[in-house]
């Protein structure tokens, strides 16, 4: 059974940073790319960050270029975000998931982690 636990967010002020971690099960986590997404109350979950399947290639959404780094241990099956220069707008909870040459999803989501920025 595949699944995600997202882990690492919290509150913190403006400017701050935190360091989320995604431990994956499942299924062979070093096969397939993955991404961080976040959803903001009352909006749509979005891509947030890519790695490829060694981490070699990274990209990310414009909105956080620059103060999110993506990362990824295939030893231990887990991915992490660095976040670096909160802003309000990053509240969100952040999800992570598996996804095919397309960019699509492939997995049962996970709970995710809640990262609220306020001062």
């Known amino acids: 059974q595949v699944q995600f636990v997202e882990s690492g967010g919290g509150l913190v002020q403006p400017g701050g940073s935190l360091r989320l971690s995604c431990a994956a099960s499942?299924?062979?986590?070093?096969?397939?790319?993955m991404r961080w997404y976040r959803q903001a109350p009352g909006k749509e979950r979005e891509f947030v960050a890519h790695t490829s399947r060694f981490g070699g290639i990274t990209r990310y959404a414009d909105s956080v270029k620059g103060r999110f780094t993506i990362s990824r241990d295939n030893a231990k099956n887990t991915m992490y975000l660095q976040i670096a220069s909160l802003k309000a707008d990053d509240t969100a909870v952040y999800f992570c998931?598996?996804?095919?040459?397309?960019?699509?999803?492939?997995?049962?989501w996970g709970q995710g982690t809640q990262v609220t920025v306020s001062a």
């Open positions: 499942g299924f062979d986590f070093s096969t397939y790319a």
């Open positions: 998931n598996a996804v095919n040459t397309l960019g699509d999803h492939l997995f049962t």
